[in-house]
């Protein structure tokens, strides 16, 4: 099989992963009370197009960046689970558009997600590793966290609040464009958070810049910016596939290796920016 090359896997990428969010009339939903409080129209036609936007990793080499005002810049600023943006400004900037929450983050007890307010800001947009290929019902019965008890007790506190699911289709869909490329089998895991916002802000946006996926020369062994925990398996992955994951990210890379390596900056065209 050829190796594909930027163009190419941008093409394809635009060509077979679609970035879907739960609406009401999907089943099994359709008859259940979460129905009502699913929001009536997918994501992608109630939010955006931005012009530019920036997908900021929750990675340790985020600090001493500097890179807060340039984020800000942004027309759109997406962040992960957790990751805080008071204290740590000059950094990370201080907005946020949208916010990706895993569903083990929104079962913590570490993270106050039904309590804390920061995550009251922006559009909140939610994802659970569903099983591989499975339909909703499935999913739904066996979810990998309490994702949708979590989604009814936040929507009932916060009901003005924009808050999305993202369909599982999409998890799998953008896992085997990865594995598509790839020579060798890679571990049944859905993609990082960071890889899945990447792609939901490539289908929003009309270009995307990501901060710290691919590392900088701050590339460190704390696993986030805003936490004193070090292990370098977050930047290298264990269940995530986050290898595959950036190796497909540094091929689709439209700016520069020297951005890469001083602001841990990628460029990425949003979807309709990419003309197959
Ligand atoms: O850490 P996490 O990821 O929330 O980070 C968001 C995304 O940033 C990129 N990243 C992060 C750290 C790092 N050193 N390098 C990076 O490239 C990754 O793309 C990552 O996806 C997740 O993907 O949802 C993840 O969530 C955490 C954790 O659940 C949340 O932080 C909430 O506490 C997972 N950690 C654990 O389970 C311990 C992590 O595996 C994946």
Known sequence: RPKLSGP????????TVEVATLTPKLEPFHSMPLASQLPPKPMTSDIGPYKSCAVVSSAGSMLYSGLGKEIDSHDAVLRFSAAPTVGYEKDV???TTIRLLNSQMMASDDHHFLSSSLYSTGVLVAWD????????????????YPIFTQYQQYRKLHPLQPFYILHPRYEWQLWQQIQDNMAEPIQK??????????VMMMSLCEVVHVYEFLPSRRKTELCHYYQKFFD????????????????????MNQGVDQDIYTHGRVTLPGFININC
Do not use: I, M
């Open 189 to 198: 895991n859905p993609p990082s958070s960071g890889l899945l916002g990447t």
């Open 129 to 144: 590793p569903a099983p591989f290929s499975a339909d909703l019902s499935q999913w739904y019965n066996k979810t990998d």
């Open 8 to 15: 190419e896997l941008l093409c394809q990428l635009k060509k």
């Open 93 to 95: 900037g201080s907005k």
């Open 232 to 251: 370098a398996a977050c930047t290298l992955g264990a269940y995530h596939p986050l290898l595959y994951e950036k190796n497909l990210v540094k091929r």
